[in-house]
């Protein structure tokens, strides 16, 4: 049986193959948890098992380079309830957060999940501010929630979230190994996971690249190894339309194969075919680029508008995927613009750096028009339709209400009656991957008949669940840090086996 | 290693156990391709074995009796481009199902499948009724397809297809082993799955009863065990909206479990997050029932009344997914009504025979008022509002158009001007599950990393990506019986190993 596992695993089951790695004679390495990816989730769980005492950590990470995708996040947590949001005057709390999530979600968020990112956000905060050391700056507001809760970090980038917490690790002597990808999930004779194969000084553009070492995890296996928006192979078989055709946000190693890993194992996944476009990236940009950080602050401060008809065409802070859909609907890129006061209020030194703004101008990324019409004619908008959405816009501004499409305002706003305006094109990538394996509230991995997986734990996008259908700006940082945390204390009350 | 994988099974692992059971040293039996369900899928491939000369093909059912989920089906099958269609005058062909089930599929369905059903849909329609024996009766219409296409049969249920299939299988000598249950699927040293572990004399209300047997199958395993609307731990993981407090229409036998033993052996799940629900039950009857067979002929006879307002309130000729969710939007059953001539044109001894006409009547299924007035005040409606609603309907039936809910109507409509009137009430149940297992055209299973496992097919509501979002009704008819065939030409093809 044992050739039988082996051969079978070569020939045909690319995967079922790893289910069926045996135990090895001699561990080349041995730690207490394994944690497998070195983004907001895997560094979470690195600083918790620190604080709950455990030693030999050990973290891995396929690319040469620690972050994943998250270093290159827009660097905002949601939290609902802290006492930036308070001197804000913004009133806000857990069950708002809660019914919001699960209000993006569709009917599809796992209620349990989603209500233990609700009733840690605070204490998460606290927790990154205080132990951890992130400085936030400003609460910015993000489509979909009832309120702004999005606490944004001097950086304007994830890493004002990754920098510190790799000191941290740095300063606790946690070991973070770069250039080591994960290929087997090991399964002793009791069922639990108890190491991986893997191979290290691998290179992520030489796919056989590395030496293969047997590393044994006492406390079991973490994977935070993210979402797959860059496998185009696994995101088109759950939707079609999704082909190389369309960009990914993403890192290139957002590639997903840990999840097929414990698929193998026998892992469930869930909610795969909700696949998040991004709606505010600029065709004019690669990547994520610049444009998001500052789309997500313009939105009800000016219209955004059908390049075809000159008019708005959606509720500019409605969620993410109902802007995308609604773009990708219209064919070509939308245009959102907003006068100079909020670009200086609510875009540049808050979500995005001066030097930022700079580079987006001079890319022509953000686009400055010293009028209305000089920005129709660019555009080829046709100006007196443009005029009329424009006062129309002012007017549902000045009243705070959109009876039209139902955009949120804020009281800060000016209105849009003189330029310089500042304007950006926007068309949708590949995002986020809202669905991966599914998990319970102890971030346990489960299988296809609703059984945990002893010894294997996962958190951050390589789940699903957390945000059902849509997931809003910000809560995703959330979530991984606070389910890497949890998976770090299931590891620790874990007595091995 | 052979200890290994047998322990792990228990232990932890439900699931992976099963990618572990070992070969035996003796076959209990030996057939050439084993299918595991007696419903469309698995008696189509059972036929089409026969046809291409197999030998020795065995169906087995883990149910004391055959037909599966199908033989409660409504009865009738999507063709474009019949005989039938012709003699009633309606332009279709292969491109328009094709588009059809695409536009209802959201751009979720593979194209490649959508396109076999497309594409057999007349040979196939041709088949069933030449070599089969299926007497077809009636071309009906149904939500979301642009023509009627659903050639409908005498029985006007699913026995119209599976008795004649039940009785050619018999006169072929193929053999149908009912309460035979498979727990595991079987996989050789090269990696192919030559067999499966069963229990006979399996009784589906003790699921631990049966005698273990170990079955040889030659040329594969065909898994045509359906779908898992009655698995609801199954189904809420991938929905938590649809607990138990959800009906359904399914057998009993409905519990996707085929779909776990296949994920187990590292096949990939695509789509389980759509689940269908019939958007034509009644809250007056159990199960299907008979309601189904008059609503589909009524949508576009008559009005869908909102019984909070009294007004319409959905496209009456709508997809499933459409009405269904519009209707649980609503929060309590919705009312529909035609007036006798329809009734009798229409419905009665096409789709739903007179004695099931009769039974619906007397059971309070469907309501026979004398006049509108009647009605509006047994269902507590308010009278002039749905005396408005009715003329503004017969208006619409008139011109053939209806500027509000773009409602589709046909030429041999009679206007709702004077009763009786027929009404039935409606509340949706869990009818069908969208997603499955991934397989290519060929009706191979495929791994999470997109390959094929040798000796693994899959057809029918166990498998995922044929329809996308939403399935057109009658569709998956064709597609359990299509894609059945095309497994049994695969398996027929295959050189074993």
């Keep these: 049986m044992e050739t039988t596992c082996a051969l079978s695993a070569g020939l045909v089951f690319g995967s079922l193959a790893h289910a069926s790695t045996k135990v090895p004679e001699k561990w080349d390495e041995t730690c207490s948890l394994l944690i497998i990816g070195t983004g907001f989730a895997g560094l979470g769980a690195a600083l918790e098992s620190h604080y709950l005492g455990m030693k030999d950590i050990l973290v891995v990470d396929k690319m040469p380079s620690a972050g994943g995708n998250s270093i290159i996040n827009g660097g905002a ?58 400085k936030f700056k400003a609460v910015t507001y993000h489509g979909g929630h009832s309120v702004p809760r999005s606490h944004a970090v001097m950086e304007n980038s994830g890493a004002g979230f990754i920098n510190p917490m790799l000191a941290k690790c740095k300063e606790f002597g946690i070991k973070i190994q770069l250039r080591t990808i994960v290929d087997d999930l090991i399964v002793n004779d009791k069922g639990c996971v108890v190491g991986v194969k893997a191979r290290i000084n691998h290179r992520f553009n030489r796919p056989d690249s590395g030496r293969v070492v047997y590393i044994r995890a006492t406390k079991g296996v973490l994977i935070a190894s993210g979402g797959f928006s860059q496998n185009v192979k696994m995101r088109t078989s759950h939707d079609p339309r999704l082909t190389d055709a369309f960009g990914s946000t993403n ?75 609604a773009i990708v609907a219209l064919g070509k890129p939308a245009i959102i613009y907003t006068c100079e006061a909020n670009m200086m209020n609510k875009v540049v030194g808050k979500n995005m750096k001066p030097e930022q703004f700079e580079t987006a101008l001079k890319n022509g990324v953000i686009r400055k028009f010293d009028d209305l019409k000089s920005l129709a004619d660019f555009y080829k908008l046709d100006y007196s339709t443009l005029e009329k959405e424009n006062e129309k816009f002012n007017g549902y501004m000045k009243a705070m209400k959109d009876p039209e499409f139902d955009c949120m305002f804020f009281k800060d706003a000016v209105l849009n009656t003189k330029g310089p305006f500042y304007a950006i094109r926007l068309w949708p990538r590949v995002h986020h991957t809202m669905g991966g394996l599914e998990i319970n509230e102890k971030a346990q991995v489960l299988d296809v008949k609703g059984n945990p997986i002893a010894g294997l734990y996962a958190a951050g996008e390589a789940t699903g669940g957390v945000h059902g259908m849509v997931r809003l700006g910000t809560v995703a940082v959330a979530d991984c840090i606070i389910f890497g945390r949890i998976a770090a204390r299931t590891a620790n009350g874990w007595a091995g086996c």
Tied chains: 1, 2.
């Design 251 to 325: 890192h290139p190693g957002a590639t997903g194969e840990m999840i097929q890993e414990a698929q193998a194992l026998g892992a469930n996944t869930i909610h795969m075919d909700w696949i998040q476009l991004g709606p505010w990236t600029s065709p004019d940009e690669n990547g994520f680029g610049l444009a998001p950080l500052a789309v997500e602050s313009m939105v009800g401060y000016g219209p955004m508008i059908n390049p075809t008809t000159s008019k708005r065409f959606i509720k500019e802070t409605g969620n993410r995927k109902v802007r995308a859909d």
């Design 77 to 134: 947590i949601a939290a609902a309830g802290t006492d930036m949001q308070e001197k804000a005057g913004i009133k806000d709390n857990a069950d708002l957060l809660y019914s919001d999530i699960l209000k993006a979600g569709g009917g599809l968020a796992h209620k349990e999940l989603a209500r233990r990112i609700a009733d840690e956000s605070v204490s998460n905060y606290k927790w990154l501010r205080d132990e951890v050391g992130v």
